[in-house]
Nanobody
Framework: QVQLVESGGGLVQGGGSLRLSCSAT????????MGWYRQAPGKRRELVAA???????NYADSVKGRFTISRDNAKNTVYLQMNSLQPEDTAVYYC???????????????WGQGTQVTVSS
């Protein structure tokens, strides 16, 4: 059984910063891509940022230059540093990881439970 546990959400004023963390636990052989998604009320879930096992990154245009994704492979953890937060960043943020639990097993997509980020104006 694999679990992704997120932390770090909360309420912040516009212009402020938050750092999200997501740790994978359980039977893990290897983790491939990891990423952060968000879903605002009435909107579809969207990719915020992603990072490969080789640390290549990809960002949504709306967060480029403000958010930074990173990972600690030894801790099976992915981070999202969010700076210059704006009210439109308000959403539930979910982490995702592609995880193989056994040698030669396929990578399966796992999701965290979500953490609320609220940015006040």
């Amino acid at each position: 059984q694999v679990q992704l546990v997120e932390s770090g959400g909360g309420l912040v004023q516009g212009g402020g910063s938050l750092r999200l963390s997501c740790s994978a636990t359980g039977r893990i052989f290897r983790i491939n891509d990891m990423g952060w998604y968000r879903q605002a009320p009435g909107k579809r879930r969207e990719l915020v940022a992603a990072i490969t096992s080789g640390a290549s990154t990809n960002y949504a245009d709306s967060v480029k230059g403000r958010f930074t994704i990173s990972r600690d492979n030894a801790k099976n953890t992915v981070y999202l540093q969010m700076n210059s937060l704006q009210p439109e960043d308000t959403a539930v943020y979910y982490c995702n990881a592609q995880i193989s639990s056994y040698l030669s097993a396929a990578y399966l997509s796992h999701w965290g439970q979500g953490t609320q980020v609220t940015v006040s104006s």
